[in-house]
Structures are given as C-alpha cells and as structure tokens.
C-alpha cells in the first residue's frame, strides 16, 4: 500500500511530460503540489488542470540551476501551506550533440540542469524537509547513463549516472533527520516531447521492448509515489528502473 497523508509535494519540472504526471498522480492521492518550471503560463496551465480535478495546486516559476530561485520557491511553498514534505527533483533536458562536436557550453547546459540542478534543489529543500516527519526525496534518474548508452547523450548519461552517485552519499548524510532519498529510473516514456515522431517510429520503438509498449507518465508517477510514502520510510539509497523490460538481456 502506498497511501500518503496530505502533505505539500515540490515537482520539479512539472509543467509537462513526466514531472506532470507526477504532480498529477500525488494529487489525486490527496496531496498538495507545487508544480515547478521556468515558464510560468505552462505551469499556470498545470496547475489549471489539478485545480479543475479538485486538487490543490500551486504555480512556481522557477529555475532549479539558479540557487535563490529554488530557494524562493521553497520559501513560497512553504509560506502557502506552512510545510514541505517531499521534493521531486524530476526537472531534465536532453539535447543531443556527438561527442565530436559537442562543445563545452553544451555539457555545461545539461550537466547544470540534470546534476547540479539536481544538487540545488536538494539542498533548498532540506531545511524545510527536516522540519516534516517523513521528509522524502525522489529524483528522476534514466537508463541512458547508468544502465545504456545513447548516441548524442554522454553529457545526458553522464548527468543521470551522476544523480545515482548523489543520492547514495545523500542518503547517508540525510538519514539522520528522517528524510529518504531515492531515484526512479525511466525507460523510453511517451511525453509530448515524442509527439511528431510518427507512429512507424513509436511503432518500432514498442516492438523492441518486452512489454511491447512504452511507459506511461503514470508508471513513473506511481513508482515516485512509492518512494514518497510513509511506508517506504525503511528504503533509501535506492533506484527503481520502470522500462518495460527494456534493459533486459534477450
Ligand atoms: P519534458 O521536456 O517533457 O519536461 C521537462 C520539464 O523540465 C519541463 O517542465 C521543463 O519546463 C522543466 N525544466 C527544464 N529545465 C528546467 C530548469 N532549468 N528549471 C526548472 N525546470 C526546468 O521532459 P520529460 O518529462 O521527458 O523528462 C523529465 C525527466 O525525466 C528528466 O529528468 C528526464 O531526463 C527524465 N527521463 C525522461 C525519459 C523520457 O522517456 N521522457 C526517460 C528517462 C528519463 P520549462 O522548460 O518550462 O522550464
């Protein structure tokens, strides 16, 4: 069972894709969520869709690679609803560039986002979550990286492998004021960043995967709303890969 009080959730990058879901499954499991992304009408647009399905939501604008904007924003969360109980650190970007041609900018701007946005985040929550009775924390990770390459990622790899050496050493050093930390690990999920890729494409991509579909935004939201509960409150250090079978050998 993974039933949740009614607590105050933080999602990074929930103004689309996977971090929506997240938002969007905690609430309906009656938690309050603050839906976070630079671009404030896409997350008012978020927040829009919660409200109207009877949820409590709030809008942040906010960018997880700049320190005293994740601090503001926990500051706001916590202003609003007197308490922040878990952080989704999902927020990610994947350009692609060859390891021949990428250019120091470009790892920057992935590494920035994906590692040290993950960092930042983590530690602008962390006075407000040793303040909860359960203060839990779950980062999106990947396969790509820690599991499988791709051509055009090894800045992307390496930020996601990057994010699972993090959570170990944080979960050591955060055990102590009750707080977990663990890492979902999606396969190939279908956001709306895959629309326009046809459906020969998605087809092709279903067919190579054991369970013979992609993942839903849904199949990560409930594995990071395991981590979260109270019931996972012995579980930290952790990964979970939710890939259809994808990385298995045949
Ligand atoms: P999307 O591109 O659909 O959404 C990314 C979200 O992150 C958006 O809300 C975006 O909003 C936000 N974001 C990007 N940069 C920043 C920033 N600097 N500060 C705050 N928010 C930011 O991506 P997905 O939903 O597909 O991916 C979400 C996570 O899941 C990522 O960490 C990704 O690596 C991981 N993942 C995704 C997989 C997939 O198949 N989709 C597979 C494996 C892992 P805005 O641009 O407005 O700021």
Same mark, same amino acid.
């Given at each position: 069972?993974?039933?949740?009080? +009614?607590?105050?959730?933080?999602?990074?990058?929930?103004?689309?894709?996977?971090?929506?879901?997240? $938002?969007?499954?905690?609430?309906?499991?009656?938690? *309050?969520?603050?839906?976070?992304?630079?671009?404030?009408?896409?997350?008012?647009?978020?927040?829009?869709?919660?409200?109207?399905?009877?949820?409590?939501?709030?809008?942040?604008? #906010?960018?997880?690679? +700049?320190?005293?904007?994740? $601090?503001?924003?926990?500051?706001?969360?916590?202003?609003?609803?007197?308490?922040?109980?878990?952080?989704?650190?999902?927020?990610?970007?994947?350009?692609?560039? @060859?390891?021949?041609?990428?250019?120091?900018?470009?790892?920057?701007?992935?590494?920035?986002?994906?590692?040290?946005?993950?960092?930042?985040?983590?530690?602008?929550?962390?006075?407000?979550?040793?303040?909860?009775?359960?203060?839990?924390?779950?980062?999106?990770?990947?396969?790509?990286?820690?599991?499988?390459?791709?051509?055009?990622?090894?800045?992307?790899?390496? +930020?996601?492998?990057?994010?699972?050496?993090?959570?170990?050493?944080?979960?050591?050093?955060?055990? *102590?004021? #009750?707080?977990?930390?663990?890492?979902?690990?999606?396969?190939?999920?279908?956001?709306?960043?895959?629309?326009?890729?046809? =459906?020969?494409?998605? $087809?092709?991509?279903? $067919?190579?995967?054991?369970?013979?579909?992609?993942? @839903?935004?849904? =199949?990560?939201?409930?594995?990071?709303?395991?981590?979260? @509960?109270?019931?996972?409150?012995?579980?930290?250090?952790?990964?979970?890969?939710? =890939?259809?079978?994808?990385?298995?050998?045949?």
């Amino acid at each position: 069972m993974t039933s949740t009080l +009614s607590r105050s959730v933080l999602v990074t990058g929930a103004s689309k894709g996977i971090g929506k879901g997240i $938002a969007r499954v905690f609430s309906s499991k009656g938690d *309050r969520v603050a839906v976070l992304g630079r671009d404030l009408s896409a997350v008012e647009s978020t927040v829009a869709e919660i409200r109207a399905a009877g949820g409590i939501a709030l809008a942040c604008a #906010g960018d997880v690679t +700049s320190k005293a904007s994740m $601090a503001a924003v926990v500051e706001a969360v916590v202003g609003e609803w007197g308490s922040l109980d878990v952080l989704c650190a999902n927020a990610g970007i994947f350009p692609s560039a @060859s390891l021949e041609t990428m250019t120091g900018d470009d790892w920057d701007t992935v590494l920035n986002t994906n590692l040290k946005g993950t960092f930042i985040s983590v530690q602008a929550a962390l006075p407000a979550l040793k303040q909860s009775a359960a203060g839990r924390i779950v980062v999106t990770s990947s396969i790509t990286g820690p599991v499988t390459g791709y051509p055009g990622w090894s800045h992307y790899g390496a +930020s996601k492998a990057g994010q699972l050496g993090f959570i170990r050493t944080a979960a050591i050093e955060l055990a *102590r004021y #009750g707080i977990t930390i663990n890492a979902v690990m999606p396969g190939n999920i279908l956001t709306e960043g895959l629309d326009g890729m046809g =459906d020969d494409y998605l $087809a092709q991509m279903s $067919a190579s995967i054991p369970l013979k579909r992609l993942g @839903s935004v849904d =199949d990560i939201a409930h594995a990071a709303c395991y981590f979260a @509960s109270v019931e996972a409150g012995y579980v930290t250090g952790q990964t979970l890969i939710i =890939d259809g079978g994808q990385i298995l050998p045949e």
